[in-house]
């Protein structure tokens, strides 16, 4: 009997109900991931924030997702093209993006003392991070938050 009659034998034979062993002890995958920062794109996020400052202030990151470690390492800045800022936003329009496979999220500023991601700020997440920085902007005011708003280990390096 040939390969493929004997697979196609063996396929019909089993119930159709049944789940294999194999499907059984498959668990599905959490998406934690640690959030490298380069000691450059960390200085570079807190001055453009307190540039901005009252305002928010908005930055795509660039870097690479290591997705066996589990890591995205983040080592570069890119000002949006026509970003716009206020006191309780920032934005800046996706369709004017150029095509980058390097961009893994944003940053951007709350001058408002906290850096918990708003229902905003989840309802127009972009990429695989979002990078928050309060007021008075350094080291300790950042935060990393997933697509849900979950907090990620954040590491500057």
């Known amino acids: ?3 493929f009659k004997r697979l196609l034998n ?3 034979n089993k119930n159709q109900n049944q789940i294999s062993q194999k499907q059984e002890q498959k668990k599905p995958l959490k998406a934690n991931r640690t959030i490298v920062l380069t000691r450059e794109s960390a200085d570079g996020i807190i001055t453009f924030a307190k ?3 009252p305002n928010e202030g908005i930055l795509i990151l660039r870097g690479q997702h290591l997705h066996k470690k589990g890591l995205v390492r983040i080592d570069g800045l890119v000002v949006p093209p026509f970003a716009s800022h206020g006191p309780y936003y920032s934005g ?3 369709y ?3 095509f980058d496979l390097s961009y893994v999220g944003t940053a951007h500023s709350h001058p408002g003392g906290t850096n918990r991601p708003s229902l905003q700020d989840l309802n127009n997440f972009f990429g695989l991070v979002s990078i928050i920085v309060s007021f008075p902007y350094d080291d300790n005011c950042i935060g990393a938050f997933d697509r849900n708003g979950k907090s990620l280990a954040l590491i500057i390096s």
């Open 92 to 94: 800046f329009p996706n």
């Open 96 to 98: 004017d993006l150029p």
């Open 51 to 53: 540039s901005w400052h």
């Open 1 to 3: 009997m040939s390969f």
């Open 10 to 12: 063996h396929n019909n």
